[in-house]
C-alpha cells in the first residue's frame, strides 16, 4: 500500500493564528488560548476558545459561502495556499480532491437572520439560506483554489475533522487523485453553547479533564488544513482506525468498545506495536463520562505508561473541527522538536480515584528525543469514532 503524508498544514484556533503562534502557545509554560468572555452568552460569562484576530472578510465569494465558518477555513487555507497551488499545477484540478469536517456551517448567521425575521424585520442583507449548508465549505474551497476534483463533507460531529483525513488517505491509497486539501473548521455560536448547556455538559471555567472536578467542556472554535498526498512529506499518516458504537444519542459506551476497536485498527493499520506511541493526544472533552471511557481505553489498548494529554483546556472544544486541529497539535510535536517536548496537561492536578492511573503530561516535560509516532483520538456522538497515529516523515 502506498504511504500517505501530510506536506503542509495551516490551522487557526484559540492558540493564534498560524503555525508559529500555535506551536509557541501550545508549548507556554502557562495555559493560554481559552479564555472567559461572555460574546455569545450575554450576561453569562464563559470559558470559550475564541480565535484571536481578524479573518479574511470574504467580500468576492457568493453570498451563500460567506460565513465565520468558512472565513476560519480560508484564514487557515492562505498559510498552504503556495504548497496546494504547485501541487495543482503538478497534477492538474482534476486530481486534488477537498474533504472538510463541518458541523455549524453558517449556523451563527442564520440564527442572526432569524432573530431579524422574528422581529418583522426584513431578512438581513446578504443572508442566503446556503450558507447553513454544510457542503458549501467544500465548495467555498474547491471554489477558491479552481479544483474540479471530488469535494464533500463530513459531518460526523467531533469525530469530523479526523475521519476528513482518514477519507483522504483512502482516496489517495485508491489511487482516484494526487493530492487532497483535508481537514476541518467550525464556528463559535451561541446557538451551539446553548445545545450543549442544555445537555449539561459546558463547564464555566477552563475545563478539567480527567480531575475528581472536571464539570463538562470549554466550546472552541478553528480550523486546520494539511495538504496530503503520496509524495514524502514532513509527517506520515501512519495508521487510522474507524468504528460506530451507536451506544447512545450523547453518551459514550462506557465500556468503551467501539474508541478501543478504533485504536486497535490504526495501530494495525500503520503495523506498529502499542509500546511505541510516545504520545497520545486524548479525546478528553472533561466531561464525566468521556474521561472514564477514554482513560479505560489508553488503559486497556496502550498500557499506563504512555504520556497523554488534553489539548482542550487551551484549543476549547472545537467540534467538527477538533480533530483536525489536534493533527495540527500532533504535527507540532513529530516536526523540529529534536527534544520531544509534548503538549502539557492542563489541569488541577486532582485525579479521579475511578479512573485508571493513566500517565498525564506535566507542563514542560519531554521525550528526551524527537517522538517517532503520535496517536490522536477523536470521539463523537452518536459512538462515531476516530483514531490517527501519526509518524515522523
Known amino acids: 500500500m502506498s504511504a500517505v ?16 503562534a500555535v506551536r509557541g502557545a501550545l508549548f507556554a509554560d502557562q495555559p493560554l488560548g481559552v479564555a ?28 451563500g459561502q460567506r460565513s465565520r ?18 501541487a ?7 486530481r486534488v480532491a477537498v474533504i472538510l469536517g463541518v458541523s455549524t456551517a453558517g449556523l451563527a448567521e442564520g440564527v442572526r437572520a432569524a432573530i431579524e425575521n422574528d422581529a418583522g424585520r426584513p431578512w438581513p442583507g446578504g443572508y442566503d439560506y446556503s450558507q447553513q449548508e454544510m457542503g458549501n465549505a467544500a465548495a467555498f474551497v ?22 476528513a483525513l482518514a477519507s483522504a488517505a483512502r482516496l489517495l491509497r ?13 464556528a463559535l455560536s451561541g446557538f451551539t453553547i446553548a445545545g450543549f448547556s442544555a445537555l449539561e455538559s459546558v463547564s464555566a471555567g477552563r475545563c ?32 487510522w482506525g474507524e468504528s460506530s458504537d451507536a451506544h447512545h444519542m450523547s453518551a459514550p459506551d462506557p465500556a468503551g468498545r467501539g474508541a478501543m476497536d478504533a485504536m486497535r485498527q490504526a495501530l494495525a493499520r500503520a503495523g506498529i506495536a502499542p509500546d511505541t506511541i510516545d504520545y497520545v493526544n486524548l479525546h478528553g472533552t472533561a466531561t464525566p463520562h468521556n474521561d472514564a471511557m477514554e482513560s479505560l481505553c489508553v488503559a486497556e489498548v496502550l498500557g499506563l505508561q504512555v504520556p497523554v494529554s488534553s489539548t482542550k483546556p487551551v484549543t476549547g472544544h472545537a467540534l467538527a473541527a477538533a480533530g ?17 517536548r509534548l503538549p502539557p496537561h492542563w489541569w488541577d492536578g486532582e485525579r479521579d480515584p475511578a479512573l485508571p492511573h493513566v500517565r498525564v503530561v506535566a507542563p514542560g516535560e519531554s521525550t528526551g528525543r524527537a517522538p517517532r509516532h503520535v496517536l490522536s483520538n477523536s470521539f463523537a456522538f452518536g459512538g462515531s469514532n476516530a483514531s490517527l497515529l501519526f509518524a515522523e516523515g
Not at 480560508?74 to 504548497?83: E, F, N, P, W
Not at 485508491?174 to 467550525?186: C, I, L, R
Not at 480527567?210 to 501512519?238: D, K, Q, T, Y
Open 5 to 20: 503524508y501530510l506536506n503542509a498544514m495551516g490551522v487557526v484556533c484559540a492558540l493564534g493564528q498560524g503555525s508559529a
Open 36 to 63: 472567559p468572555t461572555s460574546l455569545y452568552t450575554p450576561g453569562r460569562e464563559l470559558h470559550l476558545g475564541c480565535v484571536p484576530g481578524d479573518l479574511p472578510l470574504l467580500r468576492d465569494v457568493p453570498a
Open 69 to 86: 465558518n468558512n472565513a476560519l477555513i480560508s484564514a487557515a487555507l492562505l498559510q498552504l495556499r503556495v504548497d496546494i497551488d504547485a
Open 88 to 94: 495543482i499545477a503538478r497534477h492538474g484540478p482534476a
Open 142 to 163: 474547491a471554489r477558491e483554489l479552481g479544483t474540479c476534483g471530488p469535494a464533500h463533507v463530513i459531518s460526523t460531529a467531533c469525530s469530523s475533522g479526523a475521519k
Open 174 to 186: 485508491a489511487g482516484h487523485v494526487d493530492a487532497v486539501v483535508a481537514g476541518g473548521g467550525d
Open 208 to 239: 478539567n479533564p480527567l480531575s475528581v472536578h472536571r464539570r463538562g467542556i470549554n466550546i472552541g472554535e478553528g480550523a486546520a488544513l494539511f495538504l496530503m498526498s503520496r509524495e514524502p512529506g514532513p509527517v506520515r499518516l501512519a495508521g
Open 324 to 340: 483536525a486541529i489536534e493533527a495540527a497539535l500532533a504535527w507540532h510535536t513529530l516536526v523540529d522538536n529534536p527534544g520531544g
